[in-house]
């Protein structure tokens, strides 16, 4: 809907022909008259159920048919008319099954052309079987629109009173619905128009006090959705008038209310809250109630929230028994004073019968965020392969590893290895990841890091993340054994080793500073980046390493000092591996960098003898000495004769006969 707007000028736009101008009183009008059509919509737009209902007169037999045949048709790939006319010549045939051949339609999943066949085939000889009653009232409630209106006219066709009066109470409550939906329109239209602040706070306050609930819910709404979207809150009037509506007579309101006093987080409203628990007759109040103390996390809440667990309503109870996991997760400050109790609480419910999937899973969530000692032996319960939802194995799980029992390992190692649920196999990597310790364990992870054993990525990062938890765990000869065992299969592999070898690497420089095996890391750091092409990281390794050698290790030096001259050359860094080898202080180390550099110009001069002559300049300007009087004849040798067209001009001039 586009409303009139006036320009900055103050003076009315320009107005289309044809258009129609919605003022905005008339839209208010709408919006405050509309809804109290509502007795008289329901009452028109059908007519009373005791009116008598005239009854299709019966069709002529048509001849048998061949029900297999046509059934075939109705479930089959056939077109939307064929798939009628043969429900059709079902229910008209003469054999009498064709009733209960096309029931069965009505269990099949997955198959809702067929349904929506049978539906107007129903509706278009006034079939009367009681068969298809139960199934077509379903059918009102479906996600698809076509499948409810098809449903509804089947039913239509029925002389039962009692179809009929079912009927006539959803058709009520559908329009109820459309017209809750139309003047909610409305209101979001007349909102979004209204610019001023001011005007805008008067027409919630008006929608606030209104004695229609879908206006006072609506205008709640508003409200908090400009809080969850913008972090808008509400005047202060108007957030003292939504605080009085804590006893409003419409549940859809209340529920609102504490959808919004949750979210707006103030801990000042939790005695509110807790005041409406005691006198909340709706279950969908008291599940919101028990998420916003929840949420809230006032401690006070505590007492209300496990006497929530024996709620009737098992949707209560579960939101109940969340509101408990939050109020008491391990690790987020001081554990409450009534921790234990709350522990004694939840064991309790979870022996008790426990029907619907919700509130099991919500008890082993709640569980897995406390994290108390006592629930093991539960949770293992609830994580092995006995438990058939993998979302309460999950849950189960992730407790096992946030309790830090290694005797629960086991459990976590099998669900890595044997559970179909990618996000069982993660939570597993995780709580490896927290509780193991040996290479065993390891080796355990290791086979989740390979895409042809797991395909499911988040397993195979998690499984990292662990690998590396449990990896600085290990004894240093056990780090030593796993890192020589590394497969450099790829760059995956190698990137992941780089990421080993630098977490160990800051891990030893802090426990074992200066120590031969952290230069001995820094040297398998360096040798994992050149593999991986990163030569910058590679030369950076080296140089660590190197400036931990024994100074009189010749062996040593001699090896990182070559890594290092190579890697330059290689590198386009001419300069820094002259500088590399002209400035060791070994002398055995400083020859193995010059035979380097002299192996590096003969093989250049090979090809390019311009930029081998130009390196051999840059190098003596460098080391004036060549290295030595032997070495500065190598490469005095090893310079490539000029070729003959770069003479001097004066020398081709001498080879000229003289004038006359």
């Known amino acids: 809907m586009v409303l009139p707007r006036r320009t900055a000028s103050g003076s009315a736009p320009t107005k289309i022909r044809g258009a129609r101008r919605w003022s905005r009183p008339w839209i208010l009008a709408r919006v405050l008259v509309y809804p109290l059509c509502l007795p008289c919509l329901s009452l028109a737009a059908e007519p009373p159920a005791t009116q008598p209902v005239a009854t299709a007169p019966a069709s002529a037999p048509s001849s048998v048919v061949d029900v297999a045949a046509e059934i075939v048709?109705?479930?089959?790939?056939?077109?939307?008319?064929?798939?009628?006319?043969?429900?059709?010549?079902?229910?008209?045939?003469?054999?009498?099954?064709?009733?209960k051949a096309l029931v069965t339609v009505f269990t099949t999943e997955n198959n809702e052309a067929a349904k929506l066949a049978v539906c107007e085939a129903i509706a278009e000889v006034k079939a009367q079987a009681p068969d298809?009653?139960?199934?077509?009232?379903q059918l009102l409630h479906h996600p698809d629109a076509a499948l409810q209106k098809a449903a509804a006219a089947a039913l239509a066709g029925y002389a039962d009173p009692e179809v009929r009066e079912k009927l006539d109470a959803y058709r009520r409550e559908q329009e109820r619905r459309l017209l809750v939906e139309s003047v909610q329109r409305l209101m979001d239209t007349l909102y979004d128009a209204t610019r001023g602040e001011p005007e805008r706070t008067d027409l919630l306050q008006t929608w606030l006090k209104s004695d229609l609930p879908m206006m006072r819910t609506k205008a709640l709404e508003i409200i908090h959705e400009a809080l969850r979207r913008g972090g808008t809150k509400p005047s202060a009037a108007v957030l003292d008038h939504i605080r009085t509506l804590d006893n409003d007579p419409s549940p859809t309101v209340r529920q609102a209310l504490v959808a919004f006093l949750r979210d707006q987080g103030l801990l000042d409203d939790a005695p509110r809250i807790r005041e409406m628990l005691s006198r909340e007759p709706a279950e969908s109040v008291r599940e919101e109630i028990y998420k916003a103390l929840g949420k809230l996390i006032d401690a006070d809440s505590i007492p209300l929230c496990m006497a929530g667990l024996g709620d009737p309503s098992e949707q209560v109870a579960a939101a109940a028994a969340d509101a408990l996991g939050h109020l008491c997760e391990k690790g987020t400050g001081k554990p409450p004073e009534k921790l234990a109790d709350v522990v004694r609480s939840l064991l309790q419910r979870v022996e008790q019968?426990?029907?619907?999937?919700?509130?099991?899973?919500?008890?082993?969530?709640?569980?897995?965020?406390?994290?108390?000692?006592?629930?093991?032996?539960?949770?293992?319960?609830?994580?092995?392969?006995d438990e058939p939802e993998s979302s309460v194995r999950q849950a189960a799980i992730r407790g096992l590893g946030r309790i830090g029992n290694a005797d629960h390992l086991p459990v976590a190692l099998d669900r890595l290895a044997q559970d179909n649920n990618a996000g069982v196999r993660e939570v597993s990597a995780e709580a490896i990841g927290r509780l193991g310790a040996q290479p065993a364990h390891l080796q355990a992870l290791l086979s989740r890091l390979d895409p042809k054993l797991e395909p499911a990525a988040a397993v195979q990062n998690q499984a990292w993340r662990a690998y590396q938890l449990v990896f600085q765990r290990l004894s240093d000869a056990e780090q030593e054994a796993a890192l020589a065992v590394w497969m450099d299969s790829d760059l995956k592999t190698l990137g992941r080793k780089i990421e080993l070898l630098t977490g160990l690497e800051a891990q030893v420089s802090v426990r074992h500073p200066g120590g031969d095996r952290l230069m001995a890391l820094r040297e398998q750091l360096g040798d994992a980046c050149l593999a991986a092409g990163q030569t910058d990281e590679a030369t950076a390794a080296w140089s660590r390493a190197l400036g931990l050698a024994p100074a009189d290790d010749v062996p040593t030096q001699t090896r990182l000092a070559g890594k290092l001259v190579s890697a330059y050359l290689k590198n386009g860094s001419p300069d820094k591996a002259i500088t590399q080898a002209a400035t060791a202080k070994l002398p055995e180390v400083r020859a193995a960098g010059a035979a380097l550099l002299l192996q590096f110009v003969q093989d250049l001069g090979a090809t390019d003898a311009e930029a081998a002559a130009g390196f051999l300049d840059r190098l003596?300007?460098?080391?004036?000495?060549?290295?030595?009087?032997?070495?500065?004849a190598k490469f005095k040798a090893a310079r490539p004769a000029p070729p003959p067209h770069t003479q001097s001009a004066p020398a081709a001039a001498n080879t000229q006969p003289a004038e006359g």
Do not use: C
Not at 74 to 95: H, K, M
């Open 73 to 99: 048709k109705v479930v089959g790939q056939s077109d939307s008319p064929t798939r009628r006319a043969a429900a059709i010549n079902v229910l008209r045939s003469t054999t009498g099954d064709g009733a």
């Open 132 to 137: 298809f009653i139960p199934h077509l009232e």
């Open 353 to 385: 019968p426990v029907t619907t999937l919700r509130l099991r899973t919500d008890l082993v969530e709640a569980m897995a965020d406390i994290a108390a000692p006592a629930f093991g032996s539960v949770l293992v319960r609830y994580a092995g392969p």
């Open 620 to 632: 003596l300007a460098a080391v004036p000495d060549g290295f030595g009087p032997d070495w500065a």
